[in-house]
């Protein structure tokens, strides 16, 4: 065939010798032949991983803080997951859940309408976060026939054009792509931190209502109970009720965003629980397979029932692996008590991130989370004001060497953000936090 004959000609494609690349081959080979946009944080090619453990194809160890960015919070591999995966594979791997559905994504259905924050719901599977939020924006349009969104500043919400305009972080996720899709508009997220109050997010949500839309125009409100790339920044005490009473007042469909926060990540299997709050809407990704690519909306059968059947779904949504990984999580969840542990795990890393801010008092201006979502600051000198954006890169690369995945985040660039399993066993989680500290101390001083 032409191509195999030019590909072997040109040597693209080494077929020989592949035991023997290094992460930096491997990593090279990933350069020439991906788009640039699609980057990696750290040059590690991963060969196995257990639990909170990683081994790269070099075989070097790591104790994982990162979590695939809060996906795994059953930890990786885990048997029960391996096992109903196995199975469904076995039976079969796709049909197309609006062509010929299966059993098991009625189950997982059922299950999350149980555990969901409100009563009677509905479920629509799709396969991505991203897709999950633009699909929430879909049901509050066509449930309330309005076209506006209201979203909130650091936040998070994907990729997709729809996902890129609600999003309120402009690098490294907007540049460049831009128009955005209309009738969506930003108000201050209150970070208290940061010097944004509950009032002072409310009264711009306010001001958007007198300048920018009338609230009989906006379908939904969305925001993160905690945000994720934002920043690990909770919503201050009671402002979700706040927020829902500005909602029913105008007839607003109130989504939040649990993504990163669900199952179990926060303490609670959903933070906005915490908050004492139902919304209409959550949107639900990353830790409801242990894994595996499931994404989900579920919401009050009311406000779900608006789109017309066929107005929802795609290809691969509700994937019957998906939804045998998703049952066995859930069952994994409640077996092993992960919202109680996440608790746990939190408290384990909130001691060690203050014994770090000890040791370098000036470095570490804030430390945040709920349940094992947690969060420090780096600031300059002692000054809250002045985030430090360059020692979040430099702790990442120096904890890889030292064998920790850690991740990054923040609307100011200057957060480092811990993930780890629920699961992780707590020597695990100590020699991760030790190697923390080292590489805390090798990057400042």
Same mark, same amino acid.
Request: charge should be negative.
């Given at each position: 065939?032409?191509?195999?004959?030019?590909?072997?000609?040109?040597?693209?494609?080494?077929?020989?010798?592949?035991?023997?690349?290094?992460?930096?081959?491997?990593?090279?080979?990933?350069?020439?032949?991906?788009?640039?946009?699609?980057?990696?944080?750290?040059?590690?090619?991963?060969?196995?991983?257990?639990?909170?453990?990683?081994?790269?194809?070099?075989?070097?160890?790591?104790?994982?803080?990162?979590?695939?960015?809060?996906?795994?919070?059953?930890?990786?591999?885990?048997?029960?997951?391996?096992?109903?995966?196995?199975?469904?594979?076995?039976?079969?791997?796709?049909?197309?859940?609006?062509?010929?559905?299966?059993?098991?994504?009625?189950?997982?259905?059922?299950?999350?309408?149980?555990?969901?924050?409100?009563?009677?719901?509905?479920?629509?599977?799709?396969?991505?976060?991203?897709?999950?939020?633009?699909?929430?924006?879909?049901?509050? /349009?066509?449930?309330?026939?309005?076209?506006?969104?209201?979203?909130?500043?650091?936040?998070?919400?994907?990729?997709?054009?729809?996902?890129?305009?609600?999003?309120?972080?402009?690098?490294?996720?907007?540049?460049?792509?831009?128009?955005?899709?209309?009738?969506?508009?930003?108000?201050?997220?209150?970070?208290?931190?940061?010097?944004?109050?509950?009032?002072?997010?409310?009264?711009?949500?306010?001001?958007?209502?007198?300048?920018?839309?009338?609230?009989?125009?906006?379908?939904?409100?969305?925001?993160?109970?905690?945000?994720?790339?934002?920043?690990?920044?909770?919503?201050?005490?009671?402002?979700?009720?706040?927020?829902?009473?500005?909602?029913?007042?105008?007839?607003?469909?109130?989504?939040?965003?649990?993504?990163?926060?669900?199952?179990? /990540?926060?303490?609670?299997?959903?933070?906005?629980?915490?908050?004492?709050?139902?919304?209409?809407?959550?949107?639900?990704?990353?830790?409801?397979?242990?894994?595996?690519?499931?994404?989900?909306?579920?919401?009050?059968?009311?406000?779900?029932?608006?789109?017309?059947?066929?107005?929802?779904?795609?290809?691969?949504?509700?994937?019957?692996?998906?939804?045998?990984?998703?049952?066995?999580?859930?069952?994994?969840?409640?077996?092993?008590?992960?919202?109680?542990?996440?608790?746990?795990?939190?408290?384990?890393?909130?001691?060690?991130?203050?014994?770090?801010?000890?040791?370098?008092?000036?470095?570490?201006?804030?430390?945040?989370?709920?349940?094992?979502?947690?969060?420090?600051?780096?600031?300059?000198?002692?000054?809250?004001?002045?985030?430090?954006?360059?020692?979040?890169?430099?702790?990442?690369?120096?904890?890889?060497?030292?064998?920790?995945?850690?991740?990054?985040?923040?609307?100011?660039?200057?957060?480092?953000?811990?993930?780890?399993?629920?699961?992780?066993?707590?020597?695990?989680?100590?020699?991760?936090?030790?190697?923390?500290?080292?590489?805390?101390?090798?990057?400042?001083?």
């Amino acid at each position: 065939m032409p191509g195999l004959s030019r590909l072997a000609e040109n040597d693209l494609i080494p077929f020989i010798g592949i035991d023997n690349m290094s992460n930096s081959d491997w990593q090279q080979r990933k350069l020439n032949v991906f788009a640039r946009g699609m980057g990696n944080l750290l040059p590690v090619f991963v060969d196995k991983a257990r639990n909170a453990e990683v081994w790269d194809i070099e075989g070097k160890r790591y104790i994982d803080f990162a979590a695939g960015i809060a996906v795994v919070n059953t930890g990786h591999s885990h048997p029960d997951i391996v096992d109903a995966v196995k199975h469904q594979v076995e039976a079969f791997s796709h049909t197309c859940i609006m062509v010929t559905p299966y059993t098991n994504s009625v189950e997982l259905a059922e299950k999350l309408i149980r555990i969901a924050p409100f009563d009677d719901g509905r479920v629509v599977f799709v396969s991505t976060g991203a897709e999950a939020v633009e699909n929430a924006v879909k049901i509050a /349009r066509a449930s309330t026939g309005r076209p506006g969104v209201i979203a909130f500043g650091g936040g998070f919400h994907g990729r997709t054009n729809l996902c890129m305009g609600l999003t309120g972080k402009v690098v490294p996720y907007k540049k460049g792509f831009g128009p955005f899709t209309p009738e969506i508009f930003h108000v201050p997220f209150p970070a208290e931190y940061l010097g944004i109050s509950a009032d002072d997010s409310l009264e711009a949500l306010d001001q958007v209502f007198k300048n920018g839309i009338e609230p009989g125009r906006v379908a939904a409100i969305i925001i993160e109970p905690v945000q994720g790339e934002g920043g690990f920044y909770p919503v201050p005490e009671g402002f979700l009720k706040r927020l829902r009473k500005v909602c029913d007042h105008h007839g607003i469909v109130f989504i939040c965003d649990e993504i990163q926060t669900g199952f179990g /990540r926060t303490g609670t299997m959903f933070s906005c629980e915490q908050d004492g709050v139902e919304p209409d809407i959550i949107t639900l990704a990353k830790g409801i397979a242990g894994g595996f690519p499931i994404a989900a909306v579920v919401g009050k059968r009311a406000i779900m029932d608006g789109p017309e059947p066929g107005g929802l779904g795609g290809t691969y949504a509700g994937s019957p692996i998906g939804c045998a990984a998703g049952l066995a999580a859930l069952q994994v969840i409640e077996n092993e008590g992960l919202c109680e542990r996440a608790n746990e795990v939190g408290t384990r890393l909130r001691e060690g991130l203050e014994r770090i801010r000890a040791r370098h008092p000036g470095r570490v201006g804030d430390i945040r989370g709920r349940g094992a979502m947690v969060a420090m600051e780096l600031i300059r000198d002692g000054d809250d004001s002045d985030p430090d954006s360059d020692l979040p890169g430099a702790l990442v690369k120096e904890a890889a060497n030292r064998g920790l995945l850690l991740l990054s985040c923040g609307v100011r660039g200057n957060v480092i953000r811990i993930l780890t399993p629920l699961t992780i066993p707590f020597e695990h989680l100590e020699e991760g936090l030790e190697t923390l500290s080292d590489s805390f101390d090798a990057c400042v001083g």
